[in-house]
């Protein structure tokens, strides 16, 4: 598979990708925006800012596609089994 069947099966998914970066940046600004921003590790930025990416496919493309909601779960589950070890 090419790089623009990959792009073609993504797009199906997840709608035009300016649109998706265009909603996918609008939620990350208000998250760099916030009080907690820079308290928060790596790991956790990270992961809102991946969770951002998926809700920005959801809300861009097909809501009903697995791997997004999937994903999601993911992100915060790394955050939960770190936090997890500090109990």
């Not at 779960?73 to 955050?79: E, Q, S, T």
């Amino acid at each position: 598979m090419n790089v623009d069947n990959t792009l073609d099966e993504r797009g199906k998914n997840y709608g035009e990708y300016i649109n998706l970066a265009t909603i996918s940046q609008s939620f990350k600004a208000v998250l760099r925006d916030s009080p907690n921003w820079k308290a928060l590790s790596h790991d956790m930025q990270e992961s809102l800012d991946m969770i951002c990416h998926k809700m920005a496919r959801i809300l861009n493309g097909n809501p009903y596609h697995f791997d997004s909601w999937h994903d999601i779960i993911g992100y915060a589950r790394l955050i939960e089994s770190e936090l997890d070890k500090d109990k």
